[in-house]
Each structure stands twice: as structure tokens, then as C-alpha cells.
């Protein structure tokens, strides 16, 4: 899903499976919530057109793993070489940085 398909479709800021996109002027921030979940439970990688999140845990108390993957498709304005990741207190926010138009003038002679 291409992430102005998930503003189109959830509101900006609106927190819908799991996670909330937000966009900013110069990128777009997600944030996943991934309770019981430390950074060495979550692995974030671009592979093809797709943003991947793998986030697998034995939530405590429980026996079973509680895999939650997330697949997010970049378009040619994300900046893929320099998305981010942070995690803190069970919530991941990946920091992808879009691609600024070049604005140039090109100046036609009349004849």
C-alpha cells in the first residue's frame, strides 16, 4: 500500500491496525505500536518497493509468538537511503524523508 494510499484512506494521525502515519512537510512518520517489544524484536529493511517491518515476541505471561509484520509500499518521491527508525517504550516511529522537487526555470526564447 502506498503511503499516500494510507492518508487517502485513514485520516492523517488517525491510529488504524497497529499504527499511525503522519505526514510532515519534508517526510512521513510512522509510528507502530508494538507493546512488550524491544529493538532487538523488530527488524526494519526496504526490500523492492516495500517498506518491511518483522516484529516477533513471546509477549510475557505467554507461550506463543506474537508475530505483527507490516508491509508499506514507497513510491519514487520517498528517499529510501535515509529512512529512520527509533524505538522507545513499545512504539516504533520510522522516519521516511521524501524527495524535494528540484524547482527550476527554464526560460523559452520567442521567435
Known amino acids: 500500500m502506498l503511503i ?3 492518508l487517502d484512506t485513514f485520516a492523517t494521525g488517525t491510529t488504524k491496525q497497529g499504527y499511525t502515519v503522519t505526514k510532515q512537510d519534508d517526510s512521513y512518520l510512522i509510528d507502530i505500536d508494538l ?4 529493538k532487538d ?3 526494519v529493511d526496504v526490500k523492492e518497493d516495500y517498506l518491511v ?4 515476541a513471546v509477549p510475557e505471561g505467554r507461550r506463543q509468538r506474537d ?4 508491509w508499506f509500499q514507497m513510491g519514487d ?9 527509533e524505538m522507545d517504550k513499545g512504539v516504533l516511529t520510522i522516519r521516511v524523508p ?3 522537487p528540484v524547482k527550476r526555470r527554464i526560460e523559452i526564447a520567442v521567435k
Not at 53 to 56: H, N, S, Y
Request: glycine share 6%; hydrophobic share 35%.
Open 4 to 6: 499516500d494510499d494510507l
Open 35 to 38: 507493546p512488550g517489544r524491544g
Open 41 to 43: 524484536d523488530v527488524s
Open 53 to 56: 517491518v518483522d516484529a516477533c
Open 67 to 70: 508475530p505483527r509484520n507490516y
Open 77 to 85: 518521491f520517498c528517499d529510501v537511503s535515509n529512512i529512520s527508525a
Open 98 to 100: 521524501l524527495i524535494q
